[in-house]
C-alpha cells in the first residue's frame, strides 16, 4: 500500500488539522504525488518525532496546479481507532512545551525556583501575563490559586484551556466560564474536557453537546471514560 506524509510541526497545525479534516474522515496533502484515484492508500501523519497511521482511499490526485495534492477518503474508525486518534492530537505539544522529566532546557530550573518564591499578589500578575513557560510552571505549582487569573487571560492556548477544564476539581463558575467562551467551546480539545469532568453542570453538557459535530456526538455516548449523564445526554441529542 502507497504510504503518504503529511508533517505538522507544531501542535496548532495538528489540531487545526483533526478538526478541519481527520474528524470529518477525509484528509488533503498538499503536493504530494505518485498515487492514482481509487487507490488505498496510507496515511502518515507526524508530529515532532510521533506518527499516527490512518487508512482510507485516494479520491483526489492532481499533480499540477491549482490544486497539485492528494485528497483522501478515510476509513470509517471504530471507537478505540477514533480514541487512538484523538489521543495523539490531545498529546501533541510544541518545542518547549510541557517537555519531559529531565528534558528541560537550561534555565528551566531556575525559572521553578523564580516562581516558587512569588508572593500571592504577583503570581496573579504573572497569571494575567506570563509567558508560555511561565503559566505552565505556575499553574503546576500553585493550581486552585491561578486558574481564574489564568482563564481570563487571553493569550491563553487551547492546550493550557483544556488542561485546566479537565480538573476535576475545577469550581463550578470557572466550568462555566471556559464554557461561556465560543471560541474555546468550539475546539473538540476543550469540548472533550468539559465533558469528562463530573464538575461540569448538565447546562454547561447541553451548551457542549450542542457546539460538537455529528461526527464527535455519535461518539459520545460510547465512550465510557464519559460519566453516564453525558452519555445519556449525548443519545438524547441524537434521538431527536
Known amino acids: 500500500?502507497?504510504?503518504?506524509?503529511?508533517?505538522?510541526?507544531?501542535?496548532?497545525?495538528?489540531?487545526?488539522?483533526?478538526?478541519?479534516?481527520?474528524?470529518?474522515?477525509?484528509?488533503?496533502?498538499?503536493?504530494?504525488?505518485?498515487?492514482?484515484?481509487?487507490?488505498?492508500?496510507?496515511?502518515?501523519?507526524?508530529?515532532?518525532?510521533?506518527?499516527?497511521?490512518?487508512?482510507?482511499?485516494?479520491?483526489?490526485?492532481?499533480?499540477?496546479?491549482?490544486?497539485?495534492?492528494?485528497?483522501?477518503?478515510?476509513?470509517?474508525?471504530?471507537?478505540?481507532?477514533?480514541?487512538?486518534?484523538?489521543?495523539?492530537?490531545?498529546?501533541?505539544r510544541d518545542e518547549g512545551d510541557e517537555e519531559a522529566p529531565g528534558s528541560e532546557e537550561p534555565g528551566a530550573a531556575s525559572l521553578h525556583e523564580r516562581i516558587r518564591s512569588l508572593s500571592a499578589a504577583e503570581q496573579l500578575r504573572l497569571a494575567a501575563g506570563g509567558t508560555l513557560g511561565e503559566r505552565t510552571a505556575l499553574e503546576r505549582m500553585y493550581g486552585p490559586t491561578v486558574w481564574e487569573p489564568l482563564l481570563r487571560n487571553a493569550r491563553l492556548t487551547i492546550p493550557e484551556v483544556a488542561r485546566i477544564a479537565r480538573k476535576g476539581s475545577l469550581p463550578r463558575p470557572l466550568v462555566d466560564l471556559i464554557a461561556a467562551n465560543a471560541p474555546w467551546?468550539?475546539?473538540?480539545?476543550?469540548?472533550?474536557?468539559?465533558?469528562?469532568?463530573?464538575?461540569?453542570?448538565?447546562?454547561v453538557i447541553t451548551k457542549v453537546l450542542g457546539a460538537m459535530s455529528r461526527h464527535d456526538l455519535l461518539l459520545v455516548p460510547q465512550q465510557t471514560a464519559y460519566p453516564e449523564p453525558v452519555r445519556a445526554a449525548a443519545k438524547k441529542r441524537l434521538g431527536r
Open 1 to 92: 500500500m502507497t504510504s503518504i506524509s503529511v508533517v505538522l510541526a507544531d501542535a496548532a497545525a495538528l489540531r487545526a488539522f483533526f478538526e478541519e479534516h481527520l474528524s470529518k474522515g477525509r484528509a488533503f496533502v498538499a503536493g504530494a504525488t505518485g498515487v492514482t484515484e481509487r487507490e488505498a492508500c496510507e496515511l502518515l501523519i507526524e508530529h515532532r518525532g510521533r506518527t499516527h497511521r490512518l487508512v482510507g482511499e485516494v479520491v483526489h490526485a492532481r499533480t499540477e496546479e491549482p490544486g497539485r495534492g492528494v485528497g483522501l477518503a478515510l476509513a470509517r474508525l471504530d471507537t478505540n481507532a477514533a480514541a487512538a486518534l484523538r489521543k495523539f492530537v490531545d498529546e501533541a
Open 185 to 203: 467551546l468550539a475546539s473538540g480539545e476543550v469540548q472533550r474536557a468539559l465533558l469528562s469532568n463530573p464538575r461540569s453542570s448538565p447546562a
